[in-house]
């Protein structure tokens, strides 16, 4: 029997009552329950009414704005568990390499680290079923993996210098998803911590940071949203919370059917006094645009890099009767001074391509592309600097990006994934001397050499890989720095972590570096003061 599910009776359970829908509403909706049951008793064929339904709910959302979605039963898992902050399964970072199931690295705390699970370990066995040599996709192992709290999973390791399989049965547990990237001393009084996401675990993971650099002498913070596509609402409000003092507003939202709600600090926070910069990019987006938007509003920090990508709409996600999921927008948000950061999208093509329209616009490399009308000025709320709201943050400092080193033979080569699968393949045969020779990250980073040979046996490696890739030698050698910065990061973050990865890879963000000689100078006082 076909299962139908009626718009009219989806909105019933899930979000109103008939009694607060209009006759006409009503008709609307009773429209849409007859198309279906004609659809059911009289199409020429089979249908899947399920499938019908899904359809028409995503192309209903997609006539409201381009960020309120359907998220179907099977997805809604998967959608939740990078707010959540954490998933259920067995703990490890993997890859599938050569048709092997790969160890990367064990989760700390995990159950696979406790049971005694290594890097480098080749899994070869999921319960009966032989995983070596058959097509394995990821999305394949995460379902034999993944599962409820409590459940075992035994698994066969190939592991070096052994004969023979080693059997684990390993219980499932909560896994957490990091949100804090990185988190590590840029100088002997400059702090860095890098968040990749605004989750239920964000707020105590940078209040664990902060504590930690603050015993190491932080005296000045870099935090990084640079590529943070955001989250939570109230994880930026949590984060906001630790920079300002005072009863400070740090967000407002309204909408048609929601009144006004505003969130503002409330307790002392772990970073109320120390310099203070934010670093943005065109892909920070929403939670990141919050935060980085009641910084400059307060005058409490300056905002380094590029114009932000420009989301100011509140999502609440509605649970469904079948267990999938609709995201609606439900207001828009305002940074203190009135701001709204939401950029146009009364033409959803230019919405969708608003990146690649900046870029040809020349706004990457040139803050004087960027034309904006006083209608969007606005003032700071203390020493009245001018800022800009409808179509995200404008930073106090723009920093071009640098295009000279970053060729299409470099974007070609990125995608092949032969850098992810040379520096796994490269720790896993050389592991142990790396180790020897390099003991502590620190004389890794300081003495490990991406040489010629290396390059040599790379660049073979990735054109047996990949037969499309054509060797460019002009554009090698002008991204040549940047290949072995990439390789001998990715090989710190297989051996000890992303904290390490960044590090090393840190030394090419110019955005990073245009931060740090603010922030250890008498520029950043007079930058707070003045009109940029």
Known sequence: ???????????????????????????????????????????????????????????????????STFISKEDVNDANQKIKGNFVGIGIRFQILRDTLMVVATIPGGPSEKLGLLPGDKIVKIGAENVAGIGLKNSQVRDRLLGDRGTKVTVAVKRK????????????????????????????????????????????????????????????????????????????????????????????????????????????????????????????????????????????????????????????????????????????YYTPSGRSVQKSYENLDDYRNDLLNRYDRGEFSSKDSISLPDSLKFYTLLNKRTVYGGGGIMPDYFVPLDTTERTDFLSDLVRSGAFNSYSLTYVDENREDILKDYPTFTEFKENFEVDKKFMNKFMKYAQEEDEELEMDDEEYKLSESLIKLRMKALIAQNIWGYNEFYQVYNESNEILQKALNVIESNEYKSALKSQK
């Open 1 to 67: 029997m076909i299962r139908i599910f009626s718009l009219l009776a989806l909105m019933t359970t899930s979000v109103f009552s008939y009694a607060q829908i209009d006759n006409d509403k009503i008709a609307t909706t009773q429209k849409f329950d007859e198309v279906l049951t004609y659809v059911n008793r009289l199409y020429v064929d089979d249908v899947d009414g399920e499938k019908l339904t899904d359809a028409a709910i995503v192309a209903l959302l997609e006539k409201l704005d381009p960020h």
């Open 161 to 332: 210098k052994k004969t023979m399989p080693i059997d684990y049965v390993i219980t499932r547990d909560i896994i957490p998803l990091n949100s804090v990237d990185a988190s590590y001393m840029l100088s002997g009084e400059t702090g860095y911590i890098k968040l990749n996401s605004f989750s239920r675990s964000s707020h105590q993971e940078v209040r664990e940071a902060i504590k930690d650099l603050k015993e190491q002498g932080m005296k000045n913070l870099v935090f990084d949203l640079q590529g943070n596509g955001g989250g939570l609402l109230y994880a930026s409000k949590y984060l906001a919370d630790e920079f300002l003092s005072d009863d400070k507003l740090i967000v407002y939202s309204e909408g048609r059917a929601q009144p006004r709600v505003d969130l503002n600090s409330e307790k002392t926070g772990l970073w109320e006094d120390g310099r203070l910069v934010l670093l943005t990019n065109e892909y920070s987006a929403s939670a990141s645009e919050i935060l980085s938007g009641a910084i400059q509003d307060w005058d409490r920090g300056l905002i380094i890099g590029r114009r932000t990508y420009g989301k100011g709409l509140v999502q609440r996600p509605i649970d469904l009767t079948d267990g999938s999921q609709i995201r609606l927008t439900i207001a828009r």
